[in-house]
């Protein structure tokens, strides 16, 4: 009955982007999702999605809590472009007598990892020359966007983390174990502040000057694949999140990669995120190397 309810609540969503009525929106992200899509001039032609029951918690009086993921398919026109982004939605519902109540997704939290500084760059640290080698990066994020590498830790906010691996995986080099606050590094259950959280991450990249390290550019369509956002939800300078581009729209604008709330092929604002806010702040970094 549970699953029954649920599902039929994703397929009135599914209908509601396909629908070309604004008065059958019921929800904000909905509207917020096909009002970015107009303005880049770009239609969802077709939605498919699957949930999956993650957790029912029993309380008192026959109340239950239900965890539940959905995982979405958007088919998207731009101009001749036809692509396929893909998100899961991490969502809370309450099942009471039949019925299902207090249905919604789960907000994206701020990351509140411990962070320190790093220290500076280490220049006698291990193999810092490297040539970066954004397709394999692309590839890694194709491969683990909706699921996690058993070789490294993952985290409840693993957006960073994940990014780091895409990065690695496209040859850059760790550097500075065992100390968090020096380099950018995951080795033996243990890592570098800049490895897992997003605001240190944000100002190793454009500080390091050897082994990892990138460039902040001011215009995202100067950006390349394998390449680097970071995102500041609330605008107050403390940075949240971190994607990978790995693909480019029909105006030539970033298609991301992220964990935490897991997608792939998202257009780079994040206008449809339960994180957007208007003061939201970007900086875009592309990755140098020694090549």
Known sequence: MIRKLLMEKVHHVIDEYTSRSQSDYQSDKVRRKKESCRQRHADIVKVDATGRVQRITHQRDGVQSILYDVHYKYL????????????VENRSAVFFKDKIYEDGEIRIQRDESVEGEDDGPHEEEDRVSYRYDRLSAVQYAERWWNSYNPAYKKFEN??????????????APMRGYPTKGKGWWMRN??????????????WYIPNSTVGL??????????LKLGDVICYDFEGDGRFDHTTIVTGKDAAGEPLVNAHTFNSRMRYWKYEDSTAYTPNMKYRFFTIVDDG
């Open 158 to 171: 693993d957006c960073t983390n994940y990014i780091s691996q895409c990065l690695h995986a496209g040859d």
């Open 76 to 87: 998207i026109k731009q101009g001749a472009l036809l692509y396929l982004e893909e998100e």
């Open 213 to 222: 390290r990138g460039i902040l550019v001011d215009d995202p369509n100067d």
């Open 189 to 202: 259950q243990s890592w570098s502040y800049s490895w897992t959280v997003a605001n240190s991450l944000r």
